[in-house]
């Protein structure tokens, strides 16, 4: 298992630094040694005192925790996700808003505990937009500590108050292989997100998904369209996702061969293709799209070493 550190600001929103523990991480993952979750906000180009995820340290009797992902709506209104360990040691997930400016007190994610029998579980991810928030990660349902053994999860906080936990639905289905993970989330208003990550099939294969939820329902997951036929050695997986409005947003992730990215448009998912440009483009981490048809996706590719990328 590897470890990694997140590190997101901005002005006027919320900033926290941590560790999160995922199934599978980029290459460009490095381990980092155990923290202690911290929060701080800019504003006019101030940045407050860090303060320590409020009820984090009453949740983490294992003293191993961390944040995974932190969005922001607005200056004030803001959400997290990570993990933590329990007074047996079992990492679970956790969420916590902010609201008015103010931090609230961190949970565990509502309903994860219940499903998360493998007692492995992360937020790996968290976005909000105007109708709310929406967390996506992985937990363990076999009853041992098993990190190559998971389901995905979604979560929805819609009037301020964060719903249960459940599968990605259609998920199990494609999950035949036992390994699962939402490893991003995006949502754009008035009230649609997209979740993306990977499974593992039959064949122990592992394969790019995505799902759409529209006005608090959540749609089947499926597999990118196209990206099977490519993925001979069964090794891919979606690492980011971004909307710009309902229906429209941009996924981009790799595979054994290359990379890819894939386009929803008008509600629908077009075929995946790759990156255009002569560089040997080894991964996409990340996509961001500020209205349909702009996206912007960077990673890494190889010359003289490992070099960065956006297009």
């Known amino acids: 298992m590897r470890r990694r550190q997140v590190l997101v600001a901005g002005a006027g929103a919320a900033v926290l630094l941590g ?59 803001c959400a997290a996700g990570g993990d933590y360990r329990d007074d ?21 994610v509502p309903g994860l505990g219940a499903l998360n029998k493998g007692r492995n579980a992360d937020a790996v991810s968290v976005s909000c937009a105007s109708a709310g928030c929406a967390a996506g990660g992985y937990y363990g349902n076999h009853g041992k500590y098993d990190v190559t053994s998971g389901r995905g999860f979604v979560v929805l906080r819609r009037h301020g108050r964060w719903r249960r936990a459940v599968e990605v639905p ?38 790019g998904f995505v799902a759409v939820e529209q006005n608090g329902v959540w749609g089947r997951a499926i597999e990118v369209p196209g990206l099977g036929a490519l993925n001979k050695g069964g090794g891919a997986v979606v690492w980011s996702v971004s909307c710009a409005s309902p229906g429209n947003c941009a996924a981009g992730g790799d595979y054994d061969l290359g990379v890819f990215v894939a386009i929803e448009k008008n509600g629908a998912w077009g075929k995946e293709t790759t990156v255009p440009g002569a560089l040997r483009v080894e991964a996409v981490n990340s996509v961001s799209c500020a209205s349909a048809g702009s996206c912007v996706a960077g990673g890494s590719y190889d010359g003289r070493g490992y070099q960065g990328f956006v297009t």
Request: aromatic share 6%; hydrophobic share 35%; with cysteine.
């Open 170 to 207: 259609g998920l199990r289905a494609l999950n035949t292989g036992g390994n699962a993970e939402v490893s991003s989330v995006s949502c754009a208003p008035p009230g649609y997100c997209a979740a993306a990550g990977f499974y593992t099939d039959g064949s122990s294969h592992q394969q």
């Open 88 to 108: 047996g040691g079992h990492q679970q997930g956790f969420v916590v808003s902010k609201v008015s400016g103010r931090w609230r007190q961190a949970i565990e």
């Open 19 to 77: 560790t999160g523990c995922p199934h599978a991480a980029p290459a460009t993952t490095t381990a980092m040694p155990s923290t202690t979750p911290v929060a701080t906000a800019a504003a006019a180009g101030v940045w407050n005192r860090a303060i320590a995820v409020p009820g984090l340290v009453a949740l983490n009797k294992g003293r191993y925790a961390g944040v995974s992902s932190v969005s922001c709506l607005s200056p004030g209104s």
